[in-house]
């Protein structure tokens, strides 16, 4: 009876192990739904430092979302949101540049700061603020806007 138990629990693991194989790559070959013309999709990394009793915290948390030009979204992390938006810039040359918008509120909705910067599609553009006092937290923004 033991030896039929566990061929049972050896057989399902077989069967197991190239099902969820199969399953990782058909889920990473799949792509998003189309984008829009007035849509990117934007990485975005997020980093709070904070200062309690002499010790220090980091947080941090990294999103992938799809961005509708020129229309605000936000990221949470602790007793931060950062709002931001993307807005497209096309040069003479036909290149096109990202404006990123950017607001650091804080839980009772006063915005701490609200950095702007521009960065070409597919690479990592950020910003690092610092803390003025030791009591006082650092924000540390990086966006990659992914084109297609």
Request: hydrophobic residues 40%; aromatic residues 10%.
């Amino acid at each position: 009876m033991k030896n039929n138990n566990q061929f049972k629990i050896v057989l399902c693991m077989v069967a197991f192990i190239p099902l969820s194989f199969f399953a990782v790559a058909n889920q990473q070959g799949t792509a998003h739904s189309p984008l829009s013309d007035n849509q990117v999709v934007v990485n975005v990394d997020f980093k709070v430092t904070e200062a309690f009793s002499g010790l220090s915290e980091t947080s941090s948390t990294q999103k992938q979302m799809v961005m509708t030009f020129d229309k605000w979204q936000s990221v949470t992390l602790d007793r931060y949101d950062v709002k931001y938006k993307v807005i497209e810039q096309v040069t003479e040359n036909d290149e096109a540049l990202y404006m990123i918008d950017t607001q650091i509120v804080n839980s009772r909705k006063k915005v701490l700061h609200s950095p702007g910067f521009l960065t070409k599609s597919n690479k990592t553009a950020g910003i690092e603020v610092k803390a003025d006092t030791k009591t006082d937290p650092s924000f540390k923004l990086n966006f990659t806007v992914l084109k297609e």
